[in-house]
C-alpha cells in the first residue's frame, strides 16, 4: 500500500485509535475514582468532561508541535462548529432537545464570552504561551464554577448518564483497580498513536492534493473526532434524553476553546496565518445563532435543528470552493 491510500488508511486508523483510546481513558478514570470514593458528580463534571475532549487535545498538540498550528486550531474551530451544525442539527431532527434553564443562563454565555475571548486574541494572529495560560485558568474556574452549581440544582440526568455509561455509581470493587489503571495506560498510548498516525495521514493527503492542512483539520479530523457524541447523542435522543445531548454539546465547546486551546498553546506559542475571518465568524455565529434558537420555548425544535445543519454544510460546501478550488 503506497501513496494516497496509505495516507487514508493511516487518517483512518488513526480516527479509530483515538476514539477507542478515549473510551477507554475515560471508563478506565471514571470508574477507578468512583472506587476511591469520588462523587459520580465530580467525575462526570470533571474526569469525564476532559477525558472526552482528549482527542482534540492529542491532536492539537501534535500538530502544533510538529510546526503547523494552523491545523491545530482548524481542529477546535471546525469541532466546535460541527458540535453546535451538526450534532445539535441532528439530534433536533430526529426528535426536538428539550433545553434546560441552567443552559441558557450560564453555559451559553460563558461559551459566547470563551469565543470572542479567543477571537480578541488571535487579532494580532498569535495566541502567546500565557494567553493559553489564561486559557486554562478559565478551565478550572469553569470547572469548579459549574461543580458548586451543580451541586446547588437538582441534577438527577448527571448520575442517570454515569450509570448509563460506566455501570452504578458505586463502582464495582470486583474490577479492580490494577484492570482500571490498565485501561487508562492503554487509553493513553491509544491516544498517542492514534494522534501521531491521525496528523502523518492528514499531513500527506494535504500535500498530495495540493490542499492547505487547516482544510483538513476544519472539516475531515473535526468531523471524524466528532463521530463518537454524534453517535451517542443519537441514542441519547432515542432514550429523550435531549437536556443531555445540547448540555455535552455546548459543555464540548467551551472545553475545546479553554483546555484543548489553552494547554496546546501553553506547551508552544501558536502563530496563526491560515484560518481565515471567516472561519471564526461561523464558529462565533453559531453561538449566536443557537442562543434564540434555544430560548424559543426552551426547546430545539425540527426546523431549527434543519437550520443549523444547512449552515454547517453550507460552510462545508463553502470552503471547498474557497480552500480547495480556488487554491
Known amino acids: 500500500m503506497s501513496g494516497i491510500w496509505w495516507d487514508i488508511f493511516l487518517m483512518v486508523a488513526g480516527l479509530v485509535a483515538l476514539v477507542v483510546g478515549a473510551e477507554w481513558l475515560v471508563r478506565g478514570s471514571a470508574k477507578l475514582a468512583v472506587m476511591m470514593g469520588v462523587s459520580p458528580l465530580v467525575v462526570g463534571l470533571t474526569i469525564v468532561a476532559f477525558g472526552t475532549s482528549s482527542p482534540e487535545l492529542f491532536v492539537c498538540l501534535k500538530f502544533n508541535l510538529a510546526g503547523d498550528a494552523n491545523a491545530a486550531l482548524g481542529n477546535l474551530v471546525g469541532s466546535n462548529i460541527c458540535n453546535i451544525g451538526l450534532i445539535l442539527g441532528i439530534s433536533a431532527l430526529i426528535r426536538p432537545l428539550d433545553i434546560k434553564a441552567q443552559l441558557l443562563v450560564r453555559d451559553l454565555p460563558i461559551l459566547f464570552v470563551v469565543s470572542a475571548g479567543v477571537i480578541f486574541m488571535l487579532w494580532d494572529g498569535v495566541i502567546e504561551v500565557w494567553e493559553g495560560g489564561i486559557l486554562v485558568l478559565g478551565v478550572v474556574v469553569y470547572t469548579v464554577y459549574s461543580f458548586r452549581a451543580s451541586k446547588k440544582e437538582d441534577n438527577p440526568e448527571v448520575l442517570e448518564e454515569f ?165
Open 163 to 327: 450509570e448509563d455509561e460506566y455501570g452504578q455509581a458505586s463502582g464495582k470493587k470486583n474490577d479492580g483497580w490494577m484492570g482500571m489503571a490498565g485501561l487508562i495506560l492503554v487509553g493513553l498510548v491509544g491516544l498517542y498513536f492514534g494522534a501521531e498516525w491521525l496528523v502523518d495521514g492528514a499531513v500527506g493527503i494535504a500535500e498530495r492534493m495540493n490542499v492547505p492542512s487547516a482544510f483538513i483539520s476544519l472539516t475531515v479530523i473535526a468531523f471524524g473526532t466528532s463521530l463518537p457524541e454524534l453517535a451517542t447523542s443519537i441514542v441519547a435522543v432515542i432514550r429523550r434524553q435531549g437536556d443531555i445531548i445540547s448540555g455535552n454539546a455546548i459543555g464540548s465547546c467551551i472545553f475545546n476553546l479553554l483546555l484543548v486551546l489553552g494547554a496546546t498553546a501553553m506547551v508552544k506559542r501558536m502563530v496563526i496565518t491560515a484560518i481565515e475571518p471567516v472561519d471564526l465568524a461561523v464558529m462565533m455565529g453559531m453561538v449566536v445563532i443557537v442562543v434564540p434558537l434555544m430560548w424559543t420555548r426552551r426547546r430545539l425544535a425540527r426546523p431549527e435543528g434543519a437550520l443549523l445543519l444547512v449552515i454547517y454544510l453550507g460552510y462545508t460546501v463553502y470552503l471547498w470552493f474557497d480552500r480547495v478550488q480556488g487554491a
